[in-house]
Nanobody
């Protein structure tokens, strides 16, 4: 599976961005899709994940209520709508796939996109 994330950019605090992750290769719809982020000097952290059907969604507490993950299996694309952005959301955002039904560890994600930078100014 090849993943390409895009949609990052510079936004003011309180603003919104929508990230997209386009997948190609193996059957996209069979995978759990996740979004992660990595801020400078910090470890990569989980943001959100969505099951193959879209029926199971899970968010990190830090983004709950502000971010929304969704997917369109017909377009092989997963999205991350980010609202009410804060400076602490500044990071490189990565999409990834997992063959596990409910991955709980970053090591369960097999394929990764190249990342897209989100910068939130105060």
């Amino acid at each position: 599976v090849q993943l390409q994330a895009f949609g990052g950019g510079l936004v003011q605090a309180g603003g919104s961005l929508r990230l997209s992750c386009a997948a190609s290769g193996r059957t996209f719809s069979r995978y759990v899709m996740g979004w992660f982020r990595q801020a400078p000097g910090k470890e990569r952290e989980f943001v959100a994940r969505i099951s193959w059907s879209g029926g199971y969604i899970y968010y990190a507490d830090s983004v709950k209520g502000r971010f929304t993950i969704s997917r369109d299996n017909a377009k092989n694309t997963v999205y991350l709508q980010m609202n009410s952005l804060k400076p602490e959301d500044t990071a490189v955002y990565y999409c990834a796939t997992s063959g596990s039904s409910r991955p709980v560890d970053i090591r369960e994600y097999t394929y990764w996109g190249q990342g897209t930078l989100v910068t939130v100014s105060s």
